[in-house]
């Protein structure tokens, strides 16, 4: 029982690693920008699909097809900003909208260039760090939580320690007050689309080697980043790290001594409680943050 409980955490880790990233992405994007982005799952699956065309299809190098994907996404992200929600700033409803049909498009883009068919990328590593005889760690789930911890690591280091991040952060708490004080809230709109964006595409990037990729594979996964950041918190990068961890732990435990239907329902349960004792979240707060 003991080494199935390590076993368990290891694989929730690894959840978390990935759920992380691209609830911080979002969290990111509606703390500067105002809009829930409803496409994100879907920039989380362009990444994976990036790992499909550059790393199995061109047998490019595994690292050169993650920065890739990170990049492409990004620039995807942008082009988001400047179509979207930009124009749509001041309404927000219309923005929500405007995502539902860029992810609709993309599915659209991605099944009609891939087919629908599942896509298997081939592993990067097969090594496995023996811990006990029942408790294995695979080299490339300890390589996905690492890159994970550095990325968020380094976003948060970004937002603390410089003049850019001080603009995200100053545009999240009061974008009128940051404008009066001569920041751009288009430069940062594009900013923080761009890194939230990538985060996704590069959650997907890393997670692709170890899973099965399709056109519709951003549904659970944006389900997944929304129950995260409302029980975390809107607009709360540190509630998103940490509800992330806890979320994948719950999620993890149930799922290996009961059932996934039964670990989503746990998740859904745990959002009402959330939003029943606290409304805004376990680190939220009633303003935009």
Not at 111 to 128: I, L
Not at 159 to 166: A, S, V
Not at 170 to 179: G, K
Request: hydrophobic share 60%.
């Amino acid at each position: 029982m003991i080494e199935l409980l390590a076993q368990t955490g290891l694989n929730a880790l690894y959840a978390a690693s990935y759920t992380a990233l691209v609830a911080v992405g979002l969290v990111l994007i509606f703390g500067v920008m105002g809009v829930i982005n409803f496409a994100h799952g879907e920039l989380f699956m362009l990444g994976a699909y990036a790992i499909v065309a550059v790393y199995a299809d061109w047998n490019l190098p595994y690292l050169v097809a993650v920065a890739v994907g990170m990049t492409f996404v990004g620039i995807v992200g942008l082009g988001m900003e400047r179509a979207f929600f930009r124009p749509l700033r001041d309404n927000p409803l219309g923005g929500l909208v405007a995502s539902i049909g860029f992810l609709m498009i993309l599915q659209a883009l991605v099944s009609m260039g891939f087919g629908v068919r599942m896509e298997h990328v081939p592993p990067v590593t097969q090594d496995v760090i023996v811990i006990t005889e029942k408790v294995r760690l695979p080299v490339f789930r300890l390589a996905v939580i690492l890159a994970a911890v550095v990325l968020l690591a380094s976003l948060w280091a970004f937002l603390k320690k410089t003049r850019f991040g001080w603009a995200l952060r100053a545009s999240a708490q009061d974008p009128e007050a940051a404008a009066l004080q001569g920041i751009s809230i288009n430069q940062t709109a594009r900013i923080a689309m761009f890194i939230g964006a990538a985060l996704a595409g590069v959650a997907g990037a890393l997670t692709a080697p170890l899973i099965s990729v399709n056109p519709h594979m951003g549904h659970s996964v944006i389900v997944t980043a929304f129950i995260v950041i409302i029980v975390g918190g809107i607009g709360s990068l540190e509630g998103a790290v940490i509800v992330a961890v806890a979320y994948a732990f719950v999620h993890t435990f149930v799922t290996t001594f009961f059932d996934g239907v039964i670990a989503d329902i746990v998740g859904l349960l745990l959002l009402l409680a959330v939003l029943i004792v606290k409304p805004t979240g376990l680190f939220g707060s009633a303003d935009r943050a």
